[in-house]
């Protein structure tokens, strides 16, 4: 049957159809298929349901078809990532929104004839907290404080039914961009609406796009940086896997804007399922004709490639990518020119990160108005955050821009781990800085975090409690930028190898004072003259540690003792058959922790007893031992 | 399988990039997709193909860490070393597995070709740290003891099997 070409008006009609199909759905069963809930083995849960459905006579379907079992079949969807990783494999029914989690195989048959054909909900698979269940999503914390724009689609509907994201005002955007839009009205539309990068910089789309497209006519090239590389960050794997064609939809609009007709997606080795479904969402936009030649008739052309890093952390910086894209080792070059006039094959190239190219169509369908009215003055819009460590609700999160850490770690976030302290939170991976308890109350947006040394980045909130040593984290950063370091740039290739020298020896006690004045001036040098924003920004932890935890370095180098990495200091004791009361070290002790009546054994408090040493060195009986 | 019919695969992969330059990296990940590791003669042959220089196919192949140009064990361990892992105590794992393994200095391969043993940056699947993949299936919330536990399962498994052959 020859395929009938993709008109405006059939695209409408589809989606009047999708729409009708999606309203008449009844009941869903949705089963999180993002990384973390297959790897807890949601994909078996999913077929269990789903048999058990069938065998009970059941009809069920799996995609928003006519010809599948019509509307009233329960419709299983494999969605992507819910966001709530900690209480995985989540499942999930829909309309009445009841939520399942630590869902298993082996309670597949009492959901199917309880909940599926009863109605009733199962209290032990219900999210708890303080006593309390929750029956439905809605109202549990950890989403209800939230604000899912980017994420809605995540976890509700079927990542690889293009009729579904069609049924929800999917390519709507495209279609008033590439209908009723000029080039120039689109980035002045992207420009109002204050969108700012959310890769790192935050720089305004509106005005890179605009710089591609005064460029003189030729082949322009649109690539979204997919190379997540920030150990501790998740949220573009999570649109790529649950919300591909967001990203696709974004990319289209960006290349009318800038008049590209190619386009590239990079995307991390070490995501295989976002390759696969991004590989799948572009088959199927390139077989109903979004993508592809003279698109719905207009002329437009645009034809979508994936590439798959191979595992450089510096891919993530937009010259090393486009290099690597080329076939070439990924090293950044000397900026400018800037991508915007010089980047894929030297040609102009809008380059920007997964959830930047997510917030795309929500800004085109809805408009710059209504993105202003979220987040703050200058920095528009949601962000998502993947909040990880030692924080109760692990997992992926969206809020407005100028939410507080203190809503995210404690009120979303539920606290912190076994009910210990916070100490400190690390945003922004490798190149950003740490957050401590006075930042608590801070708007998290790009200008507020900058003036505290510290980024957004692309959004990893890695929480660290009171037993977490800074300067071993500090250590740990520098480790592995030293190890991505790219070796092109003399200031970055030597100095993180130097400072992870200094820091090493520091974390094994050998450091001296002599190594903090040095690894402060290093850092100012590293910073300044590195070629790339790897280097650049691969002393931040440093930086911020050395700054609000300088303590802890001391602890290290002064005292040669850290009560985080060497654990406590053993309990200093009087032995009483030793010990002839001669009152010595209770006169020494700096605490006051000794008592004792003179000439009977002494004995110490240990609450107060700093163990400094002062009474052993002193006792002229060796009575005072360590325990 | 003989090397000869390593080659032919080889030969294979490039042509069906259309010998593509740019292809490079997509080419040497098709390759160690099937044959876990780079061989000499492999990238020579990559490199004749596109006409582009030896010295060339290898910079670009030492330069990302997930090209491997020696031979790995049947089964790839990869502890993720990223920093929510880390704060969730993941380098215990990994010194567990490498005592258990026995392995010293660079090596990262058992003696009996069954394990080798990675890191990973990031899996991104923070939510479930500590993790580690083994073929790349993940397993979630490891300790030392239980990803031992997993590595003397496949090795067992192993044995099985090469009893029954």
């Known amino acids: 049957m020859p395929k009938r070409k993709l008109t405006r008006e059939r695209l409408n009609a589809m989606r009047l159809e999708a729409k009708t199909l999606l309203a008449a759905n009844t009941r869903e069963v949705l089963v999180c298929a993002g990384t973390g809930c297959i790897a807890g083995g949601s994909l078996n849960i999913y077929d269990a349901v789903k048999k058990l459905c069938e065998d009970k006579g059941l009809k069920t379907r799996v995609s928003l078809k006519q010809e599948d079992n019509g509307g ?37 048959e009492e959901i199917v004839e309880r909940t599926i054909m009863k109605g009733e909900v199962i209290d032990r698979l219900l999210y708890t907290l303080d006593g309390k269940s929750y029956a439905k999503d809605s109202e549990i914390p950890f989403y209800k404080l939230q604000k899912r724009l980017v994420l809605e689609n995540c976890g509700y509907t079927d990542a690889e039914d293009l009729t579904e994201y069609i049924a929800r005002d999917g390519y709507v955007a495209f279609e008033k961009a590439l209908f009723e839009m000029t ?67 974004g990319m289209l609009i960006a290349a009318l804007a800038a008049g590209s007709d190619e386009g590239y997606i990079y995307v991390r080795a070490e995501y295989p399922l976002a390759v696969d479904r991004l590989r799948t969402a572009i088959d199927k936009a390139e077989k109903l004709g979004l993508l592809g030649d003279n698109i719905m008739g207009t002329g437009f052309s645009f034809h979508l490639h994936i590439n798959r890093g ?16 080329e076939g070439k080792r990924g090293m950044p070059r000397v900026k400018p020119p800037r991508t915007v006039e010089h980047g894929l094959w030297g040609q102009p190239t809008v380059l920007n990160n997964v959830e930047t190219y997510a917030n ?10 209504w993105f202003r009215s979220i987040g703050t003055e200058k920095s528009s819009g949601t962000k998502a955050f993947a909040l990880t460590g030692n924080v109760v609700n692990t997992g992926l999160i969206e809020v407005p821009m100028g939410t507080t850490l203190r809503e995210i770690i404690f009120d979303i976030g539920g606290g912190i781990k076994d009910g210990k302290k916070f100490k400190a939170v690390q945003i922004g991976g490798p190149a950003g800085g740490c957050l401590t308890e006075e930042h608590l109350d801070m708007p998290l947006d790009f200008d ?19 037993d977490t040593c800074m300067v071993e984290t500090a250590r740990f950063f520098m480790s592995f930028t030293q190890n991505e370091s790219c070796g092109k740039c003399v200031p970055c290739r030597e100095g993180t190898k130097r400072m992870l020298e200094i820091l090493t020896r520091i974390v094994n006690n050998e450091g001296t004072m002599d190594d903090l004045a040095l ?38 180098v002064v005292d040669k003792h850290c009560p985080h990495c060497n654990g406590r200091k053993v309990q200093l004791v009087i032995d009483p058959s030793l010990c002839r009361g001669c009152g010595k070290c209770r006169k020494n002790c700096p605490m006051e922790a000794i008592s004792g009546e003179i000439r009977q054994p002494h004995t110490i408090d240990t609450e107060k007893c700093i163990k400094c040493g002062a009474c052993w060195s002193n006792c002229p009986f060796g009575a005072i031992r360590e325990e | 399988m003989g090397k000869q019919d390593v080659l032919k695969r080889v030969e294979e992969i490039v042509d069906s990039y259309g010998c593509r330059r740019e292809a490079l990296i997509a080419i040497m990940q098709d390759i160690q997709n099937e044959y876990k590791y780079l061989s000499t003669e492999a990238l020579e042959l990559v490199a004749n193909k596109l ?25 790839i361990v990869k502890v993720c070393c990223g920093t929510a892992c880390h704060v969730r105590k993941s380098q215990p794992i990994y010194d567990g597995l490498r005592e258990y393994l026995g392995l010293t200095g660079k ?27 083994v073929n790349d299936e993940v397993h979630p919330k490891m300790t030392p003891e239980s990803a031992i536990e997993l590595l003397e399962e496949l090795r067992a498994k192993e044995g099985a099997n090469h009893a029954e052959a």
């Open chain 1, 360 to 369: 795309v169509p929500l800004i085109i369908r809805k408009g710059s108005e």
């Open chain 2, 107 to 133: 090596q990262k391969t058992s003696s009996d070709a069954m394990f080798t043993l990675e890191t990973v940056a990031c899996l991104g699947a923070c939510g479930l740290s500590p993790v580690m993949t």
């Open chain 2, 51 to 75: 006409g582009v220089g030896v010295a060339k196919v290898y910079s670009v192949a030492t330069f990302y860490e997930n090209f491997s140009l020696e031979a790995k064990g049947k089964y």
């Open chain 1, 310 to 325: 191979a595992g450089a952390f510096v891919c993530g910086e937009g010259s090393a990518l486009t290099a690597s894209i």
């Open chain 1, 448 to 466: 507020s975090l900058k003036s505290v040394g510290a980024i957004i980045g692309s959004g990893g909130l890695v929480v660290m409690d009171e």
């Open chain 1, 183 to 249: 080039d120039e009205g689109i980035c002045k539309e992207i420009l109002d609406s204050g969108l700012r990068g959310r890769g790192g910089a935050g720089f305004p789309m509106g005005r890179k796009w605009d710089s591609v497209r005064k460029q003189p006519k030729g082949k322009k090239y649109v690539v979204c940086n997919g190379d997540e590389g920030d150990p501790g960050a998740f949220m573009d794997r999570s649109i790529m896997e649950g919300n591909p064609h967001s990203i696709i939809e």
């Open chain 1, 519 to 556: 690894l402060e001036s290093l850092s100012a040098t590293i910073s300044e003259a590195s070629l790339c924003g790897l280097g650049q920004a691969a002393c931040n932890p440093v930086i911020s540690t050395l700054k609000y935890f300088r303590d802890e370095y001391l602890a290290h």
């Open chain 1, 72 to 108: 009233n079949a329960l419709h299983f969807k494999k969605t992507g990532c819910h966001g709530f990783c900690e209480m995985g494999p989540l499942l999930q029914i829909e309309p009445d929104g009841i939520l399942y989690t630590h869902v298993k195989v082996e309670d597949a």
